[in-house]
């Protein structure tokens, strides 16, 4: 990850990859196909689906009991991942070398998605949200949409810490404003 952040996709070669790790190249290429499968694995191993580690921390019964606390805890727990040095120097390459297509990138964002579009399918159906602000994927779109572009735009490798502490600033209060807009009484159960 070091050498493709620093040189970019096209500017890393497989030798520096090979030099970089201890290996000749010929070992390299017995494990991994090309440079692609080597980007996927650092993908695989530091993107979005290493993100849900930061689950764990996460109330889930929340998800039952108050939604909006729910959501609160969990975007907290993503932007605490994603804050990290690594995670942040992903966001950077991908964004920076156009892979933000890339099929593990892409896989991880589709269950991304297909989670929050459950999650907002559940409350409608349960009543917590009105039917007319349905349907659930829609609600799902509109909900990490921002946090999505505030990821790609402040929680990157040059952010500082105040560009990150207002990032997070400002994705939290989306949530905020989001849950007041769409909660029934705020989140308490109809």
């Given at each position: 990850m070091r050498l493709f952040s620093r040189h970019g996709f096209e500017g890393t070669s497989i030798r520096a990859?090979?030099?970089e790790v201890g290996l000749s190249e010929s070992v390299l290429y017995a494990h991994f196909e090309n440079k692609q499968a080597?980007?996927?694995a650092v993908i695989a191993r530091y993107g979005p689906?290493?993100?849900a580690r930061a689950l764990d921390g996460v109330d889930h019964e929340l998800a039952n009991t108050d939604p909006p606390q729910f959501l609160t805890?969990?975007?907290g727990a993503?932007?605490?991942d994603w804050d990290r040095e690594e995670a942040r120097t992903l966001i950077s390459l991908v964004s920076r070398d156009g892979l933000l297509q890339s099929e593990p990138l892409r896989a991880a964002l589709s269950g991304t998605t297909d989670y929050a579009t459950r999650l907002f399918s559940d409350w409608l159906a349960e009543g917590w949200i009105p039917e007319h602000l349905g349907p659930g994927d829609r609600l799902a779109y509109s909900f990490t949409g921002p946090i999505g572009l505030a990821r790609v735009l402040h929680?990157?490798?040059?952010a500082g810490p105040a560009e990150r502490s207002q990032a997070r600033a400002d994705v939290l209060r989306h949530v905020d404003l989001f849950a007041a807009a769409v909660f029934r009484d705020h989140g308490k159960r109809p």
């Open positions: 990859i090979a030099r080597i980007f996927d689906q290493d993100s805890q969990l975007v993503f932007l605490d929680l990157h490798a040059d």
